[in-house]
Structures are given as structure tokens and as C-alpha cells.
């Protein structure tokens, strides 16, 4: 296979499907063709028709200075992004936090043919949208109710319009994506271009529904090591069973769990959902074989998995190059790259520590082919 599958559709396309940036840019227009026009008072000249006139003597004057710039020009490269994902496909990366998302992403836009950043945060802006939509509404009702009533040219934003928003935002970001691209030498080459973060898991329906036809490769690791190395991330001063440590090592362990449990779940239903467009790797398999885990996506995505380009993906991104010449198993608490190996909870928990994760998630860790 080469390039995106059969049947891709960019994200973003003139008068594409409902939901979709055409859809977002002529919204408006379509409202204020349905709404009724104001009409002037019978002998009585109103502040609203002043206001018309003279934009409409603006509008006039300033025409010649503007022919053939009747459509607002976006501030992004929008129209140079259209016609790269016309011939590139688009996925994300995701899973929970400290399970290899990180090195995952750097071996994928270490290939030749694919770019993928890290990490746009997309999600922060997706949780506020909601609320700041709500708001919109309730306060441009409330100016209709009040003032124009039937002739209210806006009508309530919706989940077409915030889809679009969130489209043309990660379009946005995958701008930066590009460039980057570009500097090292892929232009023209790409073929897939993406964006890490482990916050899509959070929302991954709404991702879902926001990106119809993107790939997602999602990541699993055993959970206790995901805990254990997040805890040294936020932490790395403080040794989870030292005395001072230990109660507040022990009273995050169900909610990190439960985090945990829920997001396999979600990774599963995915999977299920959106055959051929879900992949999983395992960080495990990774840290036993990254040379044949990494040619396996590569095949998936279509791109070149000859041996030369996978062995110079993989030692590119070998820990001892990322962490400046340590070997996996030597441990830098302060370091984002701490240890880089698997099982590492054993030597951080106790009994008790383990029959609380277990307690949450023994069921999950037991289906995801981990020893409880």
C-alpha cells in the first residue's frame, strides 16, 4: 500500500461533509439566508440604519482597493495544508502517560516518509470549547430574545460548528508539523503526517468524531510501571516506600488504576470500532524487538520497512543515544528518559501497594497479557 488507503478523504475540503471547514465557513451565511430581514421603521431613521448605510458607503469606497479579495484569507497556511493532506494521510498517537508515547513518536518522524510531532495539546483547548460554546449560546439567545427577536440573523452554535473548529486547529498544528518536515528534507515525501499526545486518550470519541478518517496508533504498558515511572517524573526526589513517601505513593494508586483500566477499555472499543485504523504496540515489545515492531507499523502505514531505513530509525532513538549515553536500566530520576526498562514497579512496590492496583485493574492487567 502506498500513501493513505483507498477512499481517504482530507480533513478539510470545499463543501465537504456536514461538520467538516466548508461547512464552518459558510454556516453563517446559510443562517442569514433562512433569518428574516430587518426592515426599516416607516418614516423614522434608526440607529440600526445608520449603521448600515455607512458600512455599506465603507464597503463601496474601499472596493476598488480590494477587488478580488472578497473571501477573508486565513491567518494559517490553510489552502497549502489542503493540498498536502489531499495526497498525505493524517493519525495521532496516544496512551496513558509514560507508556512510550514519547520514543514511539521520535522512531515514527525518524522515517523518511512519515512526520509527527509532539505534542499540540489539543485536547486543553477541546475540553474549554464545550463550556465556551454553551456561553455563546446563552448569551446570543439572550440578545435575540431581547433586541431582535424575529430578525435574528445568528443562530446557536453547534456540534457541526465545534467540530470544525477542532478540525481546523489541528490542521493548524500540523502546519508546525510540516515545517519541520520541510527543514529536514521531506518535502515531497511524505506520506503520513501526525501529532502525539496522550490527552487524546481522554476524549478519544470526541477525537473520533473530529477526525473521521485519521489512523490512531495507541500505546500499552503494564500499569504499575506507567505509576511508578510517572511518580519519578513528578517526583523524582522522593522514593514511593520511604517513610514520608509511602501514604501518598499508596493513596494515588486506585485512581491511577482506575485511569489506566478505563483507557485499555476505551483502547479496546476503538480497536473494535474502527477496524484497520486502530494500531497497538506494546512498550514491552518495543523495549524486546523495536527493529521488528517498528517494521510491522511501517508496513501498516504503508511506508518504506526496508531494513536499512528501520535499522536507522531504531538506533537513531536507542536510549543510550536519547538519555546522552546511558544504558537501559541506569536510572536518572531526573531524567524524562529515567530507565527505559520493563518491570521496574517490582522493585517500588510492596504487597500492598500491588493488591490495591490489582484490586482496580488486576482484571484489565490480566486481559492485557500482564501478570497481576
Not at 448569551?139 to 430574545?145: G, I, S
Not at 488504576?257 to 472499543?269: G, I, L, V
Not at 517498528?294 to 508496513?299: E, H, K, W
Request: hydrophobic share 35%.
Amino acid at each position: 500500500m502506498n500513501g493513505p488507503p483507498a477512499g481517504f478523504n482530507p480533513i478539510l475540503r470545499r463543501g465537504g461533509r456536514r461538520g467538516h471547514f466548508g461547512d464552518f465557513l459558510t454556516h453563517d451565511d446559510r443562517a442569514a439566508d433562512r433569518a428574516p430581514v430587518r426592515s426599516r421603521t416607516c418614516g423614522r431613521w434608526t440607529a440600526a440604519d445608520a449603521a448600515d448605510k455607512r458600512n455599506d458607503e465603507e464597503t463601496t469606497a474601499g472596493a476598488g482597493n480590494h477587488a478580488g479579495m472578497d473571501q477573508v484569507k486565513l491567518l494559517s497556511d490553510a489552502e497549502g495544508l489542503q493540498a498536502l493532506l489531499a495526497s498525505t494521510g493524517h493519525f495521532i498517537v496516544t496512551g496513558v502517560t509514560k507508556s512510550g508515547t514519547t520514543w514511539l513518536q521520535r522512531m515514527l518522524d525518524s522515517h523518511p516518509e512519515i512526520a509527527c510531532g509532539g505534542e499540540s495539546k489539543l485536547n486543553v483547548f477541546l475540553t474549554q470549547l464545550g463550556p465556551a460554546v454553551q456561553a455563546y449560546n446563552e448569551a446570543l439567545t439572550k440578545t435575540n430574545d431581547k433586541i431582535y427577536r424575529e430578525a435574528a440573523v445568528y443562530r446557536p452554535l453547534g456540534q457541526a460548528q465545534a467540530r470544525a473548529v477542532m478540525q481546523y486547529l489541528f490542521l493548524d498544528r500540523l502546519g508546525a508539523v510540516r515545517q519541520v518536515a520541510a527543514e529536514a528534507g521531506k518535502a515531497g515525501r511524505l506520506k503520513w503526517i501526525g501529532d502525539k499526545d496522550p490527552d487524546y486518550k481522554r476524549e478519544l470519541a470526541s477525537w473520533r468524531a473530529i477526525l473521521p478518517e485519521a489512523r490512531l496508533v495507541s500505546t500499552t504498558r503494564d500499569g504499575r510501571d506507567c505509576y511508578v515511572s510517572l511518580w519519578f517524573h513528578l517526583y523524582p526526589d522522593r522514593e514511593p516506600l520511604a517513610a514520608a513517601n509511602r501514604a501518598d505513593f499508596l493513596g494515588r494508586i486506585e485512581s491511577h488504576a482506575a485511569t489506566w483500566r478505563d483507557t485499555m477499555a476505551k483502547f479496546r472499543n476503538d480497536a473494535r470500532e474502527h477496524d484497520g485504523r486502530h494500531y497497538a504496540v506494546r512498550y514491552e515489545s518495543l523495549l524486546q524487538d523495536a527493529a521488528g515492531e517498528m517494521a510491522r507499523m511501517f508496513r501498516w502505514f504503508g511506508c518504506d520497512d526496508s531494513d536499512t531505513t528501520v535499522a536507522t530509525v531504531v538506533g537513531r532513538n536507542a536510549f543510550a543515544v536519547a538519555s546522552g549515553g546511558r544504558q537501559s536500566g541506569e536510572a536518572d530520576p531526573r531524567s524524562f528518559l529515567r530507565k527505559g526498562i520493563a518491570g521496574d514497579w517490582k522493585n517500588h512496590f510492596d504487597d500492598e501497594c500491588n493488591r490495591r492496583y490489582c484490586d482496580v485493574a488486576g482484571a484489565a492487567l490480566a486481559d492485557a497479557g500482564y501478570e497481576p
